[in-house]
């Protein structure tokens, strides 16, 4: 028998690798799947991720991100720049098993004006130098705005962001305005209008628990936001 093609093997290899990552993240508790799941956008769904449950597993964790540095390891880095709780935990990971021994920071998210911001403590300042190469790390890139602010952050200092390394991309692009964006898992579920949702259709019962979990921790909302 003639052995696959190098490109099939490698994109098997991405399959598997895939598979190995969801189930890592399904043994947290952070994956659900085989659900009839409530989102907070009012839409329905098959899987949900909770990001909070993402790096409880500090062996998991470690593990992640020495995958994610790993791809990174042929690019010298100077920061590992992350914001939110779950991010910085995997962003230590990452940074701690990078050839580099990159510095680790992070942002602040707010909101300003109306508007989403991430600042950078002043602390931090002088240790991004001109020049300096930054790897950005989050947990789930879906629309890509928290990695924006964080490239705009990055850019002012003069500084060059180098790539994006994350657990969960949930959006088809593998790039943020040309920063590619490497991540253990590139999923995105389907979601569906309740009118047309084919699970109402069956009369399976809607799960409620994650949008009442978040509607409980609402006052926080204001820093601590979903839609990165
Ligand atoms: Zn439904």
């Not at 909070?52 to 597993?57: K, R, S």
């Not at 690019?75 to 991010?87: C, N």
């Given at each position: 028998m003639t052995p696959p093609a190098r490109k099939d093997a490698a994109l098997m290899d991405a399959d598997v690798r895939?598979?190995?990552?969801?189930e890592i993240l399904k043994r947290t508790g952070a994956y659900h799947a085989n659900d009839h799941i409530l989102l907070p956008s009012g839409q329905h769904t098959t899987e949900y991720i909770e990001k909070?449950?993402?790096?409880?597993?500090p062996s998991f964790t470690e593990g992640l991100g020495a995958v994610i540095a790993k791809h990174f390891a042929p690019?010298?880095?100077?920061?590992?720049?992350?914001?939110?709780?779950?991010?910085l935990i995997l962003s230590h990971c990452v940074a701690r098993?990078?050839?580099?021994?990159?510095?680790?920071?992070?942002?602040?998210?707010?909101?300003?004006?109306?508007?989403?911001?991430?600042?950078?403590?002043?602390?931090?300042?002088?240790?991004?130098?001109p020049g300096a190469k930054v790897l950005i790390v989050e947990d789930l890139v879906s629309s890509g705005q928290t990695v924006r602010l964080l490239t705009q952050l990055v850019e002012e200092l003069d500084a060059q962001v180098i790539g994006i390394g994350a657990l969960w991309r949930r959006?088809?692009?593998s790039e943020v305005d040309g920063k590619p964006i490497f991540s253990l898992v590139s999923r995105d579920f389907p979601t569906y209008a309740p009118e047309v949702c084919?699970?109402?259709?069956?009369?399976?019962?809607?799960?409620?628990?994650?949008?009442?979990?978040?509607?409980?921790?609402?006052?926080?909302?204001?820093?601590?936001?979903?839609?990165?």
């Open positions: 895939e598979k190995i990552h969801l909070t449950l993402v790096t409880t597993e690019w010298p880095l100077d920061v590992v720049l992350s914001t939110g709780p779950g991010a098993a990078h050839p580099s021994r990159p510095t680790v920071m992070y942002g602040t998210k707010g909101v300003s004006g109306g508007k989403r911001r991430v600042t950078l403590p002043a602390e931090f300042h002088r240790l991004v130098r959006t088809k692009r084919p699970l109402c259709k069956k009369g399976v019962p809607l799960n409620q628990e994650f949008v009442k979990r978040r509607e409980a921790r609402r006052p926080s909302l204001a820093q601590e936001h979903e839609a990165s």
